[in-house]
T-cell receptor, first 114, second 110 residues
Framework: DSGVTQTPKHLITATGQRVTLRCSPR?????VYWYQQSLDQGLQFLIQYYNGEERAKGNILERFSAQQFPDLHSELNLSSLELGDSALYFC?????????????FGQGTRLTVV | GQNIDQPTEMTATEGAIVQINCTYQTSGFNGLFWYQQHAGEAPTFLSYNVLDGLEEKGRFSSFLSRSKGYSYLLLKELQMKDSASYLCAVLYTGGFKTIFGAGTRLFVKA
């Protein structure tokens, strides 16, 4: 158990809908990262937050948004869902915002868009 | 682009040594990660290299050559549980984006 909690574990929804994925980082970790892993794209970095502020942005679509709250949990919002958004979404956390510190991954949320 | 290249699959024998290579584009390089991922599970951090040379951590070692845009992960005394995908990822400056390779699936046979 990495200490990073993601909910829900599984989510099935229809095209055009909007969903929210939630991540609770390890206690004491200030930085949260979101990743998408699909069969055809592999693992992709989406976005990083550090202590409530956006720190780095990767391949995140405009239909997707994220935020980190004062209690440091984070949410990833996916809207106008398409079939291609079906993937495993991972959250990871680390103590600092520096990439040289080890990041611990949650078990992921498997999103299926039908 | 910032392609990360690593072999798709490798097979090795229990108790042996295997080296998984990774090449990347050097422009904007800021560090290289190796992760292990078992099927259906989350990635697990193995190493982070930013300076040239070899870093050893138990049975796993990671090597980096910044000038050549080359890294390898060395796994010694292979165990069946080492059967997994190994992901090479490079941190690039200019937004600190992490680009992942497609991963190398390692099969360890008895």
């Amino acid at each position: 158990d990495s200490g990073v909690t993601q909910t829900p574990k599984h989510l099935i929804t229809a095209t055009g809908q909007r969903v929210t994925l939630r991540c609770s980082p390890r206690s004491g970790d200030l930085s949260v990262y979101w990743y998408q892993q699909s069969l055809d794209q592999g693992l992709q970095f989406l976005i990083q937050y550090y202590n409530g502020e956006e720190r780095a942005k990767g391949n995140i679509l405009e239909r997707f948004s994220a935020q980190q709250f004062p209690d440091l949990h984070s949410e990833l919002n996916l809207s106008s869902l398409e079939l291609g958004d079906s993937a495993l979404y991972f959250c990871a956390s680390s103590v600092t915002g520096g990439w040289d510190t080890e990041a611990f991954f949650g078990q992921g949320t498997r999103l299926t868009v039908v | 682009g910032q392609n990360i290249d690593q072999p798709t699959e490798m097979t090795a024998t229990e108790g042996a040594i295997v080296q998984i290579n990774c090449t990347y584009q050097t422009s904007g390089f800021n560090g290289l990660f190796w992760y292990q991922q078992h099927a259906g599970e989350a990635p697990t951090f193995l190493s982070y290299n930013v300076l040239d040379g070899l870093e050893e951590k138990g049975r796993f070692s990671s090597f980096l050559s910044r000038s050549k845009g080359y890294s390898y992960l060395l796994l010694k005394e292979l165990q069946m549980k080492d059967s997994a995908s190994y992901l090479c990822a490079v941190l690039y400056t200019g937004g600190f984006k992490t680009i992942f390779g497609a991963g190398t699936r390692l099969f360890v046979k008895a």
